[in-house]
């Protein structure tokens, strides 16, 4: 029960973070989604001539007559920011694997996203039953989406219980600071100790549990 509060308090507090860098950066954020769907649009024929951002929109303009769309993206932060806030908020993880699964999991709500404004614009109809039924599918995927990411890419037990699969260590990589180390254990035992309390790391018990017989022995133990 401590973990899970604990990691619901990371949680909250990385959420509340992100959500300020998003009022400074959400617009250049979103500006550059709109950029890199204008790539599609241009290879399905939809000739843009360009685009504008607002608040909660992007709007893409067309050569071709009665083609200009105005697309909502109010899903767009929402994605991104309870991304990140799992993403950092999950512990124990090295800090190259954590960098490599973000940007990862940046990389593919990026695609969600760039297809959804596609097929919002490319698949336009003027019924409004139509344009229900296509944000009723999208809506739903955009708020799973994130978590899903989390889980498949962040395998390490969800809220941090069970056990840290083997697959996720280095033998040569510290797992609590990514520091490459001929002797990990030694410096797990050294850097990231906490004396009669022991190793407060999940990942650097797992890590012993592993590979602790290769520790040395310390003199005058037999």
Known sequence: MKRLFLFLLKLLAFSFGFFLVWLLVGEYTLWALGKVTLIPLKVFGYQPTGMEVDAK????????????????VEL????????LSLAFATAP???????????????LLLCFHVAYLSVRVLLFSPSATSQMLLVRFFAPAGILLPV?????????GLFGFGKIPATQFRRNV?????????????HIIQAHG?????????????YLELYGDAAPKRPGKG
């Open 93 to 107: 993880v090295p800090v190259w694997r954590r960098l490599k699964a973000t940007l990862l999991g940046l990389a």
């Open 148 to 156: 899903v990411l989390w889980i498949l890419l962040f395998p390490t």
């Open 194 to 206: 906490r004396g009669k309390k022991g190793l407060k790391s999940r990942a650097a018990r797992r």
């Open 76 to 83: 767009t932060p929402v994605g991104v920011i309870v991304f």
């Open 174 to 186: 510290c797992p609590v600071c990514g520091t490459r180390k001929d002797d990990v254990v030694t």
């Open 57 to 72: 929109a992007i709007h893409f303009f067309s050569a071709l007559p009665g083609r200009s769309r105005v697309c909502d």
